[in-house]
């Protein structure tokens, strides 16, 4: 089932924050956070694990509750470059004949705007 | 520099067609995917791979096959039998299919049915 983000569309003026949210109904092995330029491949930004680990990426942090089947992704001091729209990945196994398979499922994204 | 390469990068096809789109890497991954990508529908999964000859449908694979003949390819065939096939196919590769490490995608074909 496909994680959903919220909110769908954030407009921020340049050094505000923001806050993006994933919520899944099933349980996570892991979190998968990715930023997408228009008409770019989306590019890999950080993975979170089980164990409710916190994690950074120059001001881009994250956070997952795997208790809460949640995920967060922080954005301080946001510059124009931050635009884009930003896709939560929930990791889980799927098992077919018998052999497990690592499946990543995307959540429907979140556009993000920088205005100057 | 190691990455991944789809192509075409634009391909129109005319309804009733196959079309094949192309996936290389070079990145010595073992698993490979194939998402496709409507607006404000995210990114779903297509098929996926874990190792060569063996291959997994994703989430909508209903008029789509692909193979996995070598490592570093993973070609996606868009049969006929695809109702609406015009979108964003992105391809993706990562090291092992059921550890935690990001994916790689390639820049994506844009597929139109004329």
């Known amino acids: 089932q496909q994680p959903v983000q919220s909110p769908q569309a954030v407009i921020l003026r340049e050094g505000e924050d923001a806050v993006i949210n994933c919520s899944s109904s099933?349980?996570?092995?892991?979190v998968h956070w990715y930023r997408q330029k228009h008409g770019e491949a989306p590019v890999f930004l950080m993975i979170?694990?089980?164990?409710?680990e916190q994690k950074g990426h120059e001001k881009i942090s994250a956070s997952f509750n795997e208790k809460k089947q949640q995920s967060s992704l922080y954005l301080t001091a946001s510059q124009l470059s931050y635009s884009g729209t930003y896709f939560c990945?929930?990791?889980?196994?799927?098992?077919?004949?018998?052999?497990?398979?690592?499946?990543?499922?995307f959540g429907q994204g979140t556009i993000l705007t920088v205005h100057p | 520099d190691g990455g991944i390469t789809q192509s075409p990068k634009y391909l129109f096809r005319k309804e009733g067609q196959n079309v094949t789109l192309s996936c290389e890497q070079n990145?010595?991954?073992?698993?490979m995917y194939w998402y496709r990508q409507d607006p404000g529908q995210g990114l779903r999964l297509i098929y996926y791979?874990?190792?060569?000859?063996?291959?997994q449908k994703g989430d909508i694979a209903e008029g789509y096959s692909v193979s996995r003949e070598k490592k570093e390819s993973f070609p996606l065939t868009v049969t006929s039998a695809q109702k609406n096939p015009t979108a964003f196919y992105l391809c993706?590769?990562?090291?092992?299919?059921?550890?935690?490490?990001?994916?790689?995608f390639g820049s994506g074909t844009r597929l139109t049915v004329v």
């Open positions: 993706a590769s990562s090291i092992v299919g059921y550890t935690n490490y990001g994916y790689t």
């Open positions: 099933k349980a996570l092995y892991s």
């Open positions: 979170l694990l089980k164990g409710g």
């Open positions: 990945g929930t990791f889980d196994l799927a098992n077919a004949g018998g052999t497990s398979y690592g499946k990543l499922t």
């Open positions: 990145l010595n991954h073992d698993a």
């Open positions: 791979s874990q190792i060569v000859n063996d291959f």
